[in-house]
């Protein structure tokens, strides 16, 4: 209601006037507004003038926190004492166009939850076990794959120095380095086997019903440390697809 007050006021006041050097605008004849008010109680009617220019000048904020947050001003004149903010009507009239400000308290509105949504922290244990349960099994098949990788790999290239020996000498000491790197991969890739064992089974001890975003870390870790072994294999198994 407040704001299609303010709108009818706007269109109520019209076009921007002329300004002076000063900013402020001046009401010429064709502009002028006029100004009455009464009272919704006693039906007391005040007079009806025309806008002074210092009311013109006034910001339009400002005339809606005078006439709807100012609860101490009275009418003061003939018998009417009523509130001002409460029972007096503003009218403004300009030509045809009239726009009115009234005051009408409301009762505001609340948001009430009849129905209360119950917090089982069972469900959460058993949430994160899921979770932990399954990053252990694909992890554990993840590990067993690369295992078998380094296995046959070592396998092969333990193969291939008997064979370079006796055809390609000058290539032993070439195959030995990559013979190391397999075996210390294989050795990292059972390390690292037990420490997420570890890291997981410390993680389902978390007591339940406080937020951790360890599991995630985890998760974040295992992708790391498999795409680090990848590409190490890759590498290695390079000098062998040429």
Excluded at 32 to 37: A, D, E, N, R, T
Excluded at 49 to 77: I, P, Q, W
Excluded at 90 to 101: D, S, Y
Excluded at 172 to 177: F, I
Aim: charged share 30%.
């Amino acid at each position: 209601a407040r704001r299609a007050a303010a709108h009818a006021a706007a269109e109520a006041m019209g076009p921007s006037s002329p300004t002076s050097g000063n900013g402020k605008y001046h009401i010429s004849g064709n502009e002028k507004i006029l100004v009455c008010s009464f009272c919704r109680e006693c039906d007391n009617r005040g007079p009806v003038v025309a806008l002074s220019e210092d009311a013109y000048n006034m910001s339009f904020g400002k005339f809606l926190d005078l006439s709807f947050y100012n609860h101490r001003l009275r009418c003061r004149t003939g018998s009417c004492k009523h509130s001002l903010h409460a029972s007096y009507v503003r009218q403004f009239v300009k030509g045809n166009m009239i726009a009115q400000f009234q005051y009408d308290p409301i009762r505001p509105f609340k948001i009430s939850f009849e129905h209360r949504l119950k917090y089982d922290l069972s469900k959460q244990i058993q949430a994160r076990q899921v979770d932990v349960n399954v990053v252990k099994r694909v992890t554990a098949a993840l590990i067993a794959a690369f295992s078998r990788r380094v296995e046959d790999l070592k396998v092969y290239l333990e193969i291939d120095i008997e064979d370079a020996k006796v055809r390609e000498p000058e290539l032993v000491g070439n195959r030995k380095v990559l013979l190391t790197a397999v075996k210390e991969l294989g050795c990292e890739i059972e390390q690292t086997r037990i420490s997420l064992s570890d890291e997981l089974q410390k993680y389902g001890e978390i007591p339940a019903g406080e937020p951790s975003f360890e599991l995630n870390r985890i998760r974040r870790a295992i992708f790391e440390r498999f795409h680090d072994w990848n590409y190490t294999m890759t590498r290695i198994r390079k000098p062998f697809l040429t």
